[in-house]
């Protein structure tokens, strides 16, 4: 089987960072994706992790660690939009090969 | 923005009706899939498809069907809607098994 886990609420101040962290555990491992998914809004996908290591998009950026098992969604310079639900999903092998975990609530104060 | 849609985007039934959902998709990816989203629940697959004919079930199948007779459309079908199938509904495509997926806007579904 496949589980990830990740917090369920996060709160963050306005222009800080706030990292989101998922560990999972999946047979066959490709990589860790992350989605962003605004309330009453459909999942976007932001970023894709297939080596260890950090990916940087502009202000978010993402970090995996296979030997860990871990991964995590960094979050700079936030902005109150930045408020929205956060979803990592492992990719493995087959052609079911994406399982999402249940997503962290990230609310963005001023 | 991936060109992919959904209909309805909204529908109400009743329980023991069939009910038929379509995700349509411009982009001829390869891949298509059905996820429902609870609250608590995050997003279960319930069927996806690697090709035109090529289905399979996904964690939370029982209850529904699929079809893709043509690669740009996947239809879900609740043979007998019940009061546990009222979920939001999201079809997502993909270049790739593994790669990023690109959703659609949804289908809020309620069975009264």
């Known amino acids: 089987g496949q589980s990830l886990e990740q917090p369920s609420e996060v709160t963050a101040v306005e222009g800080a960072i706030v990292q989101i962290n998922c560990t999972y555990q999946t047979s066959g491992f490709y990589g860790l994706s992350w989605y962003q998914q605004h309330d009453g809004g459909a999942p976007t996908f932001l970023s894709y992790?297939?080596?260890?290591g950090l990916e940087e998009t502009g202000r978010f950026s993402s970090f995996l660690s296979r030997s860990d098992s871990y991964g995590y969604l960094l979050l700079q310079e936030l902005q109150m939009k930045d408020s929205a639900s956060y979803f990592c999903a492992a990719s493995s092998g087959g052609y079911q090969k994406v399982t999402f975990g249940t997503g962290t609530k990230l609310q963005v104060i001023p | 923005d991936a060109g992919i849609t959904q209909s309805p985007r909204h529908k109400v039934t009743e329980t023991g009706t069939p009910v038929t959902l379509r995700c349509h998709q411009t982009e001829n990816h390869r891949y298509m899939y059905w996820y429902r989203q609870d609250p608590g629940h995050g997003l279960r697959l319930i069927h996806y498809s690697y090709g035109v004919k090529d289905t399979d079930k996904g964690e939370v199948s029982d209850g529904y069907s699929v079809s893709r007779s043509k690669t740009e459309d996947f239809l879900l079908t609740l043979e007998s809607a019940t009061s546990s199938q009222t979920s939001v509904y999201f079809c997502?495509?993909?270049?790739?098994?593994?790669?990023?997926?690109?959703f659609g806007p949804g289908t809020r579904l309620t069975v009264l």
């Open positions: 997502a495509i993909s270049e790739s098994a593994s790669g990023a997926q690109y």
């Open positions: 992790n297939g080596l260890d």
